[in-house]
């Protein structure tokens, strides 16, 4: 009996009491972000440089493959290459590579060649664009492909030029 008379005496609830409830309550909504820190979103970490793998290019056949483009161009009306375009074909495998030096130790052989200031160390049944070593022999280097052979030949050196005494 005693809890009846507590709420006997309470007003009646109306409407402006329930609009001062959701003022309150949209009020401490608002204040809330000042008053409580945001936490910090974790993102995914990001994979090392180093961990990337390094893209790998496709082995080319040998130029060889591509001779019938160079005896009947596509572009040409006659297909048929212009006159003089047999200067204009890649240079040989020959005059690409100079023989610098074989050496021998036993059984096993080892060729040096150079194109250009770019070095090279070869032995037998290395490739060589689309080139297999076949054979090393003490001042030449025999290299075959599905389109031939071609032989490598060490120069004799150049002479040296005599100096005054």
Same mark, same amino acid.
């Given at each position: ?23 309150? %309550? ?32 496709? =082995? ?22 212009? =006159? ?14 100079? %023989? ?66």
């Amino acid at each position: 009996m005693i809890a009846q008379g507590i709420f006997e005496r309470l007003p009646a609830p109306r409407l402006n009491h329930g609009l001062a409830v959701a003022a309150i %309550l949209f009020a401490a909504l608002a204040v809330w972000p000042w008053f409580v820190p945001p936490t910090p979103k974790t993102r995914p970490l990001a994979a090392s440089p180093t961990s990337v793998p390094t893209p790998t290019l496709a =082995a080319l056949p040998p130029l060889a493959s591509f001779s019938e483009i160079i005896e009947r161009p596509l572009f040409t009306p006659s297909r048929r290459p212009p =006159a003089g375009a047999a200067s204009m074909q890649a240079p040989s495998i020959e005059t690409r590579y100079r %023989l610098l030096g074989v050496v021998a130790t036993g059984p096993k052989k080892k060729a040096f060649i150079a194109e250009g200031a770019h070095r090279l160390e070869i032995s037998i049944g290395d490739a060589l664009e689309g080139w297999t070593v076949k054979e090393i022999g003490p001042d030449h280097v025999l290299l075959g492909s599905p389109a031939g052979e071609a032989t490598l030949k060490l120069a004799p050196a150049a002479p040296e030029a005599q100096k005054p005494q």
